[in-house]
């Protein structure tokens, strides 16, 4: 996509790799402050997997689903098929997700220092959801697209 070449499904797979990618470490892969450099760094930068967030079989699982030639990601010959079959997802019942009886599961906080500036969205009033709220239609620095929402009408 970056080279404005014709693509196919395979894409997909890519951006779910991304997304993923994201969840793991909290920005996307490749990211650069500099739009060239992240260009660059998308067309042949390495793939930075931090040990400390990834296990083996993330990493494998990312870094499948992330790769430059799409005939060789993950997904790309059996689809979504090919991505359950992933050992990452051994745990997954895929029938239950299929059928919404999957609930998340909830991991305590480890090793965070100060909670103290952590707060309860239910111990928030009213107001103070407002508040929070006004903050994104003053703030000029936050940008509203408009007609982002329209084929959700």
Wanted: proline share 6%.
């Amino acid at each position: 996509m970056v080279r404005s070449k014709p693509h196919g499904k395979s894409i997909d797979w890519y951006g779910v790799g991304a997304i993923l990618y994201e969840f793991l470490v909290g920005y996307p892969p490749y990211f650069h402050k500099d739009d060239r450099q992240l260009y660059e760094n998308i067309i042949q930068g390495k793939l930075q997997t931090p040990r400390e967030i990834f296990s083996p079989l993330a990493e494998d699982l990312v870094t499948s689903l992330l790769a430059r030639n799409p005939l060789e990601r993950i997904g790309a010959i059996d689809g979504l098929e090919d991505i359950k079959l992933h050992p990452w997802f051994a745990e997954v019942d895929w029938d239950d997700v299929a059928k919404k009886r999957v609930y998340p599961k909830v991991y305590e906080e480890k090793n965070l220092r100060d909670k103290s500036d952590r707060i309860k969205i239910s111990d928030l009033t009213v107001k103070d959801k407002d508040e929070a709220d006004s903050i994104f239609y003053t703030d000029p620095t936050l940008k509203y697209v408009e007609g982002w929402d329209a084929d959700l009408l």
